[in-house]
């Protein structure tokens, strides 16, 4: 496994560097998600669950696969919002050639 990998989330042109440690990138996360179940709390929102699990994405392979499928999903979904935000999936007219 490399350590010098740097692990980052991308949320359209945004980059957001995070720790290399899996046990705090994990705990980062728990707390996100934790905190936008408190969402209707002042500071505190609900932006913060899918957050939570992007960042929780990195280390555990079963929310992996949910990210991956839901970004497939909003992909075919909505095409043009998906290459506006930067997906990596094209419109399904291009990819029938």
């Known amino acids: 496994m490399s350590e010098s ?3 980052a989330v991308r ?5 957001l560097p995070l720790p290399r440690s899996r ?3 994990i705990l980062i996360g728990l707390m996100l998600i934790l905190g936008g179940v ?5 500071i505190l929102g609900f932006w913060m669950v899918p957050l939570g699990l992007v960042v929780l994405s990195i ?3 079963r929310v992996r696969r949910w990210r991956r ?3 497939v ?3 075919r979904r909505y095409p043009k919002l998906a290459a506006r935000l930067g997906g ?5 007219s291009a990819q029938a050639e």
Not at 11 to 15: A, E
Not at 38 to 42: M, Q, R, V, W
């Open 69 to 71: 499928r839901f970004a």
């Open 59 to 61: 280390d555990i392979p």
């Open 5 to 7: 990998r740097t692990h």
């Open 73 to 75: 999903w909003f992909s």
């Open 88 to 92: 990596s999936a094209s419109p399904p």
């Open 11 to 15: 949320i359209g042109s945004y980059r």
């Open 38 to 42: 408190l969402g209707f709390l002042p």
């Open 23 to 25: 046990m705090l990138r």
